[in-house]
């Protein structure tokens, strides 16, 4: 669904660890999704996305999985490092309709040293 | 060239005053959204432009909030008699809503809006 003003989820991650974000969707026509990644004080930048013929993609210490039976999106990241400190933004769309795009509510991941 | 960008990137303002806010996004981007996020928040979806469709104003707070694409380029969001809860950091992002290369948004750096 939409994110409409809550505060977000935190995860805490030692540094060097695996981390896992996950992310349920609305829509099951959505066909296309896509992981952002928002550092303090900027605008959300793109991470990874997969499209909906797919269950995996990697990307350099990042993985996407996408379980369309249940709606649902992870992001693992590989070897966490201090600059992976960010909120993390799942999104869907339905490419075949000119849908806008529908974010989800967000996870701050913290780094732990 | 570059990426989208917004102007200001900082706007205070009294309250009940209007402000615009612009965004230029990347050339050839046919798409164009605007969002708001409160500090510590998530993003929250005001308006979505799409080609030369009617835009989607779905997330528009209230009749104080409008926006316009010109020449499905520059966007400007207005807000009218703005009040203290308007006060955000207001995005933008563009995509070329491309099958081939996907529908990945391009984000401007924002504008903090505050309003005294």
């Known amino acids: 669904g939409e994110s409409v003003g809550l505060h977000l989820p935190t995860l805490s991650v030692q540094e060097g660890d695996n981390s896992i974000i996950n992310c349920a969707y609305s829509n099951s026509a959505s066909d296309y999704f896509i992981w952002y990644k928002q550092e303090s004080g900027k605008g959300p930048q793109f991470i990874i996305d997969i499209r909906s013929n797919m269950d995996k993609r990697q990307g350099q210490r990042v993985t996407v999985l996408l379980n369309k039976t249940v709606k649902h999106l992870s992001l693992q990241i590989a070897a966490t490092q201090p600059g992976d400190s960010a909120v993390y933004f799942c999104?869907?769309?339905?490419?075949?309709?000119?849908?806008?795009?529908?974010f989800g509510k967000g996870t701050r991941l913290h780094i732990l040293p | 060239g570059a990426g989208v960008s917004q102007s200001p990137s900082n706007k205070v303002t009294e309250k009940g005053k209007d402000v615009e806010l612009r965004c230029d996004p990347i050339?050839?981007?046919?798409?164009l959204y605007w969002y708001r996020q409160s500090l510590g928040q998530g993003l929250e979806f005001l308006i979505y432009?799409?080609?030369?469709?009617?835009?989607?104003k779905s997330g528009l707070p209230s009749d104080r909030f409008s926006a316009e694409r010109t020449g499905g380029s520059v966007s400007t969001l207005t807000i009218q008699r703005t009040q203290q809860e308007d006060s955000a950091v207001y995005l933008c992002a563009s995509s070329p809503r491309s099958r081939a290369t996907g529908n990945e948004q391009f984000f401007g750096p924002g504008t903090r809006l505050t309003v005294l």
């Open positions: 999104a869907e769309n339905f490419m075949n309709r000119d849908d806008k795009i529908i």
């Open positions: 050339s050839g981007h046919t798409a």
């Open positions: 432009f799409q080609g030369n469709s009617a835009p989607d």
